[in-house]
């Protein structure tokens, strides 16, 4: 396999590389460079390495339709191209995937652009993990002059939420940071909840994001509460897989008799989603699908 391929699924399965649209743009920058670096010598031994390299970067954690949707679209765009010349075919490989994970930071300003008119003065936000498109719309809504304040669950058991407490405060937005068992004594306190989403399942629109953000959701309803999800209509997908990630994650010594669950997301049905912020606009849960062209 490619170095820089390999190198790109290692940084993504240890979250070096995180959160959907990261995962998305690192996948197609792997395989732009690969691209050129290709040492095919006729055009269908090089589609034929594409494909697979495509297919192992797009597998690389298992609840990430961004990446493999764009990788395809990528490959699509790859076969119109009718040359035999593998140095054309290296040089159109790198435009069209690079071309692609240049489109992300747009979008998700295209998201920004929609949210944050939902934040309003004296809100108080609450989120959870780590999601550029919902960091982003809250970025946005500070820099338009709105006064609000923000809740950051931890998001155990890698602790994004740290991230988020990080990026939110640097820009001044005044944060709450706890854990993620604290979202019921928290959300009475929340006007809104913000997050962002891995994958949104189409048609119906439910949402798979973060494991810990089905309960938000219940909580959020109880309490009355809107709950706002933030994402790129290129994570729209037909089928869920939810990752489990590794014991060790939640546990660093094994105990007899215990086995360990560490499922990486979970899935808020659409019933319980107020509004999808794409770069489309706002959409109800259940529209979502009509709207992708990815
Ligand atoms: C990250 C996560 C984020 C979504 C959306 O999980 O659940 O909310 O990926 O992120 P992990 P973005 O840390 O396991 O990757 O808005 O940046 O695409």
């Known amino acids: ?34 691209s050129r670096r290709s040492r095919a010598a006729s055009r269908d031994g090089f589609l034929r390495e594409m494909e697979e390299w495509a297919i192992q970067l797009g597998r690389a954690r298992p609840t990430e339709p961004a990446a493999r949707n764009m990788l395809a679209m990528g490959m699509v ?56 498109a919902a960091i982003g719309v809250l970025l946005r809504a500070k820099k338009e002059g709105r006064r609000f304040g923000a809740i950051v669950t931890e998001t155990r058991p890698l602790y994004q939420g740290l991230l988020t407490a990080r990026d939110l405060s640097r820009a001044g937005i005044p944060v709450t940071y706890c854990v993620d068992s604290a979202s019921g004594s928290m959300m009475g306190k929340a006007t809104k909840v913000l ?19 089905l309960p938000i959701a219940v909580l959020a309803r109880q309490f009355g509460k809107p ?4 994402c790129s209509t290129v994570k729209a997908a037909e089928d869920v897989a939810i990752e489990e990630r590794s014991p060790a994650e939640v546990l660093s010594k094994r105990m007899p008799g215990v086995t360990v ?25 259940e529209d979502v699908g009509r709207q992708r062209h990815y």
């Open 227 to 230: 709950f706002y999800v933030a």
């Open 77 to 132: 765009r790859l076969r119109e191209s009718d040359s035999q010349d593998t140095a054309k075919l290296r040089e159109a490989g790198h435009r069209i995937f690079d071309g692609l994970s240049r489109e992300i930071d747009p979008m998700r300003e295209r998201i920004a652009e929609e949210g944050y008119k939902l934040i309003s003065d004296g809100d108080v936000v609450l989120t959870h993990c780590h999601s550029r």
């Open 261 to 285: 669950a560490n499922p990486a997301f979970d899935v808020t049905p659409a019933e319980l989603v107020t509004a999808i912020i794409t770069e489309k606009g706002i959409l109800r849960p």
């Open 195 to 213: 997050v962002g989403c891995d994958l949104i399942h189409v048609p119906a629109g439910s949402i798979v994001n973060k494991v810990g953000t």
């Open 1 to 34: 396999m490619d170095s820089g391929v390999k190198k790109a699924i290692a940084d993504i399965q240890a979250l070096r590389v995180q959160g959907a649209g990261e995962v998305a743009k690192a996948s197609l920058k792997a395989l732009a460079a690969a």
